[in-house]
């Protein structure tokens, strides 16, 4: 029978919140995927990830933990906490390797699902996350954000000066506008975008050391990928960019990793 001339039928009706859902199936795919590089079932392709991007900064989280003292790790907005696995698939190419059970993996996250995933996920890990922003969890740890889980949230630069004043160091990539900008998106979720003059305030209040690197400017729209901690960081994480980069194993992702991008300090003319 020609497709065109079967009757169709509702299979299904979904309903409550359906970002969560969609969100669930895209971060467990990326999961398996990573699993299945990191016991060699499978050899890494770019389309066994939804976003390649994730791979850079999470290779710049691997090499915080790797050198933190407290071996302490928060992320603002965890959604299924997949760094992990990301941390599991780094550990193949390096000598020194995280150690996850040294490790305390803490968080926010507004979905119920993600945390109910997360608390049952990695039972065998230690792992404490929450609803709500917690000092106690992010007090002295190597913290995380993507830019667009910041940008969701209106207060992000209240929360980003927490997070810089309390946290031995991390990473996050912002977006900013000369004036604050609210952006609606298909979705119905808003974005927050800060002011450049709102980050500059923030940078010069600040006892923390700034770096960034691949900045880029579309029009009013300034991007950046900063890292934060204390002096001198922007050259320990550099030489290890670099040392990696000399590895001469036949690394598929290498590409993915933005090994040629160096940090530099981050100074007010940047903004312009």
């Given at each position: 029978m020609e497709l065109s001339l079967q009757k169709k039928k509702l299979y299904e009706t979904l309903s409550s919140d359906l970002y969560d859902t969609y969100m669930l199936g895209r971060y467990f795919k990326d999961i398996y995927n990573l699993d299945k590089v990191v016991k060699k079932r499978v050899s890494f392709k770019k389309k066994l990830l939804h976003d390649c991007k994730d791979l850079k900064f999470n290779f710049i989280n691997y090499l915080l933990i790797l050198r933190s003292k407290k071996k302490k790790f928060y992320e603002f907005?965890?959604?299924?906490?997949?760094?992990?696995?990301?941390?599991?698939?780094?550990?193949?190419?390096?000598?020194?390797?995280c150690n996850f059970k040294k490790i305390q993996f803490n968080g926010n996250e507004i979905s119920d699902q993600f945390i109910f995933?997360?608390?049952?996920?990695?039972?065998?890990?230690?792992?404490?996350?929450s609803k709500n922003i917690k000092k106690s969890l992010f007090l002295n740890s190597v913290f995380f954000s993507k830019g667009v889980t910041l940008l969701y949230e209106k207060k992000n630069i209240k929360y980003l000066r927490k997070f810089i004043k309390n946290c031995e160091s991390g990473s996050f990539d912002i977006s900013l506008y000369?004036?604050?900008?609210?952006?609606?998106?298909e979705t119905g979720y808003k974005l927050y975008f800060p002011s450049k003059i709102e980050f500059i305030d923030l940078i010069k209040n600040s006892k923390k050391k700034f770096y960034y690197r691949n900045k880029k400017k579309l029009g009013d729209k300034l991007y950046l990928e900063v890292l934060f901690g204390k002096k001198g960081l922007d050259k320990e994480i550099n030489n290890q960019?670099?040392?990696?980069?000399?590895?001469?194993?036949?690394?598929?992702?290498?590409?993915?990793?933005?090994?040629?991008?160096?940090?530099?300090?981050?100074?007010?003319?940047?903004?312009?």
């Open positions: 907005g965890f959604t299924l906490y997949e760094k992990i696995f990301y941390f599991a698939f780094f550990n193949k190419f390096f000598s020194k390797k995933f997360c608390q049952n996920f990695y039972k065998e890990l230690s792992l404490n996350v000369s004036q604050k900008k609210i952006v609606i998106l960019l670099l040392n990696f980069k000399k590895n001469k194993k036949n690394i598929s992702f290498r590409n993915f990793l933005s090994l040629d991008s160096k940090f530099e300090e981050l100074k007010i003319s940047h903004f312009r």
